[in-house]
């Protein structure tokens, strides 16, 4: 099961970045707008995404400049135009990830967003920049034809990595003009 779960995983990566290089480049710029301003990038995952928050703020090598969108008493930080806020969700169509998108860019907040694309893909409309993580049903069939394993934080941190050194490279770049 193992193997075949890690086939199906390196290909979702490879799928990812080969169609997704050019989102995750504008992606990459829009965020590396804000940590070169005086921006901060607030991030925020619903459901299991919530983990790609810990790892954008309390790893040992965070994301530039980034604090989680919501405080740990639910509400929400103060968001400024100079800012830009990275969503990470399960589906596109997740009503409430368009809602904060919807939100956000009515306040002229520049969003990118991250979502597996299942359909009317109404995140993509809400958001600036949206990423497709290509995760749209479990990966290994099971002998009566269902299928399990659905690794949604594994694709998101795969993308957060992706706009990670993205943004790093736009950054270092940056430094060596001044």
């Known amino acids: 099961m193992l193997k075949i779960f890690t086939t199906q995983l390196s290909g979702q990566f490879q799928r990812i970045q080969s169609q997704e290089e050019f989102s995750i480049e504008?992606?990459?710029?829009?965020?590396?707008?804000?940590?070169?301003?005086?921006?901060?990038?607030y991030i925020h995952g619903f459901g299991e995404l919530s983990g790609i928050v810990a790892e954008a703020v309390d790893s040992l090598e965070p994301f530039?400049?980034?604090?989680?969108?919501?405080?740990?008493?639910?509400?929400?930080?103060?968001?400024?135009?100079?800012?830009?806020?990275?969503i990470f969700t399960r589906f596109a169509s997740d009503e409430e990830a368009v809602k904060l998108a919807e939100a956000?860019?009515?306040?002229?907040?520049?969003?990118?967003?991250?979502?597996?694309?299942?359909?009317?893909n109404k995140l993509a409309a809400a958001a600036e920049i949206h990423i497709d993580s290509k995760l749209k049903k479990p990966m290994i069939?099971?002998?009566?034809?269902?299928?399990?394993?659905f690794p949604a934080i594994?694709?998101?941190?795969?993308?957060?990595?992706?706009?990670?050194?993205?943004?790093e490279e736009i950054l270092s770049e940056y430094r060596e003009e001044i």
Request: aromatic share 8%; with cysteine.
């Open 26 to 41: 504008d992606g990459g710029r829009l965020l590396a707008q804000g940590c070169a301003g005086d921006g901060t990038i």
């Open 64 to 86: 530039p400049n980034a604090k989680p969108l919501f405080e740990e008493k639910g509400s929400m930080a103060s968001v400024l135009p100079a800012d830009r806020v990275l």
């Open 104 to 120: 956000l860019q009515k306040d002229g907040i520049p969003v990118v967003a991250v979502s597996a694309v299942d359909g009317e």
């Open 141 to 149: 069939p099971a002998e009566d034809g269902s299928r399990y394993g």
């Open 154 to 167: 594994m694709t998101g941190l795969y993308v957060y990595y992706a706009l990670r050194f993205t943004v």
